[in-house]
């Protein structure tokens, strides 16, 4: 944002021996810029959506996991976050759907092994996370970091 607002000044000097004064008068700005802003940074712990080791399954599991992100916007910044579908999503990857998302093993080619699961902005799971301004989080900066949790959940 930038604002300005215009001023005057008068200056008035009194000249010696007289009762007269002579004026002048100048014109000048005053400026201000306020740069909004909003930057991520990965705590150092906790930052991830980590589901830890877990036993191979041949019934269904649900696993749950919370990941944290840290975002400091200036005070009265709107902001939103969106999260893609990540890299195995296929072509909703910019805009993934809830069963989309999913993880490698690592493995090229026959042995690779594919893990579904959603990412939600809430604990119950009722909130999918999403990457468009329907299914994203907004919100407005305070001037100091927030965190905001990432739940994740593998059910299969």
């Not at 700005?29 to 990965?42: M, P, W």
């Not at 990941?67 to 993934?96: H, M, Q, R, V």
């Not at 809430?122 to 301004?133: E, I, V």
């Amino acid at each position: 944002m930038h604002f300005k607002h215009w001023a005057a000044a008068t200056a008035a000097a009194a000249i010696c021996g007289s009762a007269a004064a002579a004026q002048a008068t100048t014109d000048f700005d005053v400026l201000l810029t306020i740069g909004e802003s909003c930057t991520f940074s990965a705590k150092a712990t906790a930052n991830n959506v980590d589901f830890g080791s877990k036993p191979r399954a041949s019934s269904p599991v649900k696993y749950e996991a919370e990941g944290k992100l840290s975002l400091d916007c200036s005070e009265g910044t709107a902001y939103y976050i969106g999260l893609n579908g990540g890299g195995f999503a296929g072509p909703d990857i910019a805009d993934p759907k809830p069963g989309v998302r999913q993880m490698s093993n690592g493995v090229a080619g026959a042995g690779v092994v594919y893990v579904k699961y959603d990412l939600f902005q809430d604990a119950l799971h009722t909130q999918f996370w999403g990457n468009t301004k329907a299914n994203g989080k907004g919100g407005t900066g305070t001037g100091k970091p927030v965190d905001i949790s990432v739940y994740g959940l593998v059910t299969n």
